[in-house]
């Protein structure tokens, strides 16, 4: 690859960052989960492309939010501690604690759904 | 507790009182249990061969409603370990030392179990591998250790495994030892006499206790079959704060209680968790436990003594 062309590239990533960024702060919803009694509320939740997915932890033992791909990993979430992740590609996201494996979740992504 | 030339102030005594009369001491003679009713002191002194102490969940660093002083509760249950009538060998802790793995909270337990002046065996509990790099349990404990802290090591003709079925956990699952812990199990029994007596210790129950709390542990059924042929197996556990026994065939689980707080009986309550009791009861539901082998014997005695009857 040229130095010509990396430059190039470099522009591009950077304007589509420029976009998203654009984008995100007016469009971007908010969503909670809250974790109490050791599960997630809502245990399955569908978001739309961009919503901004925030956990905070209620119980009084730490917990975390670990996707079942490794794609998003929170630190073990103590009390009233908060972990936050922008879902901004449509799928399906399979979570769990890592402490507690038997407390599991997922967040769908729908391109056009949501609201 | 026997003579002493200098008298025993009344207030010892009753104290010794206290540690011998609150436990219930099992006898275990052909997998059948029987209970011998509550431990007097001459029996608790009597007791020959090896004797161990286990401790568990100490959470160093909680200080939620349930017990806003759980270093407190674990400066007692040292204290009564220190007062114990007859010397124990060695202690096992197993696991949940600290609430949030950090060095803090390792320093704390470090410094109060220490005054026990025993050697300590550990296994971690989930709560003590999650700081960000999951390095500091495997620093302080894992000298000498294989994977992520598992090991073995024998005491009066007793073969101990102490092992870890809180590692890299999957979702959906409960406890786990891995493939890789499993092997060198097989690996660790391979030739030892059937008579050996195997004491395995590990945090979460290595039975399936409650699996609707996550209460066990989805690959020990292959871990057991590997001691299936030895004539007195003891499954050592804590995790879930209060005491349980099972006996199946020639294998003896039970699990110990928590020095920092109690949880609820599974089933009685939404989910597993710290479970606020009043003040007067809160020591009555922690402890620690004592183990008893007499030598030429195929029988122990498990011991558990709450800080307070």
Redesign the interface.
């Known amino acids: 690859m040229n130095f010509a062309r990396q430059v190039a590239l470099g522009a591009i990533a950077g304007l589509v960052a420029i976009a998203i960024m654009a984008a995100s702060p007016a469009g971007a919803a908010e969503i909670e989960v809250k974790i109490d009694?050791?599960?997630y509320n809502p245990m399955k939740i569908t978001v739309k492309a961009g919503t901004i997915v925030t956990w905070t932890n209620h119980?009084?033992?730490?917990h975390?939010v670990?996707s079942?791909t490794m794609l998003f990993k929170s630190?073990?979430l103590?009390?009233d501690d908060k972990f936050s992740f922008t879902f901004a590609t449509p799928g399906t996201y399979?979570?769990?604690c890592?402490?507690?494996?038997?407390?599991?979740g997922s967040i769908v992504v729908d391109a056009s759904a949501g609201r | 507790m026997t003579d002493h030339n200098d008298g025993v102030s009344r207030r010892k005594v009753l104290e010794c009182m206290t540690w011998a009369g609150t436990g219930v001491l099992w006898t275990i003679s052909g997998g059948v249990p029987h209970s011998l009713g509550l431990v007097d002191e001459t029996m608790a002194a009597d007791a020959k061969g090896l004797t161990f102490l286990q401790i568990s969940d100490s959470h160093m660093g909680f200080d939620k409603p349930a017990n806003p002083n759980a270093k407190g509760t674990l400066e007692e249950a040292i204290t009564r370990i220190k007062a114990f009538p007859v010397k124990p060998s060695f202690m096992i802790h197993t696991g949940d030392i600290t609430h949030l793995s950090k060095v803090s909270e390792f320093d704390d337990a470090e410094k109060i179990i220490s005054q026990a002046k025993l050697d300590v065996h550990y296994v971690p509990g989930e709560h003590d591998l999650i700081d960000p790099e999951i390095k500091i349990y495997k620093e302080r404990y894992g000298r000498g250790t294989k994977g992520s802290g598992y090991y073995s090591f024998d005491a009066n003709g007793v073969h101990f495994l102490g092992l870890v079925n809180v590692a890299n956990l999957k979702g959906g699952g409960m406890g786990s030892l891995g493939d890789e812990q499993l092997e060198w199990i097989e690996d660790d029994l391979k030739g030892r006499s059937a008579s050996t007596p195997i004491v395995v210790f590990a945090h979460i129950p290595l039975w399936s206790l409650y699996p609707a709390w996550g209460w066990g542990t989805e690959d020990s059924e292959r871990a057991l079959g590997y001691m299936k042929r030895f004539g007195s197996v003891t499954v050592l556990n804590g995790h879930i704060h209060q005491v349980m026994q099972k006996v199946e065939g020639n294998v003896t689980f039970h699990t110990a209680r928590s020095t920092a707080f109690p949880q609820p009986a599974p089933g009685t309550a939404p989910s597993a968790g710290p479970m606020k009791v009043p003040d007067d009861k809160l020591r009555t539901m922690l402890g620690t436990a004592s183990v008893t082998f007499k030598q030429g014997e195929q029988r122990l005695a498990i011991i558990d003594t709450p800080l307070q009857s």
């Open positions: 009694n050791f599960t119980d009084d033992i730490p975390t670990t079942k630190n073990a103590d009390t399979e979570y769990f890592a402490l507690h494996p038997h407390m599991t």
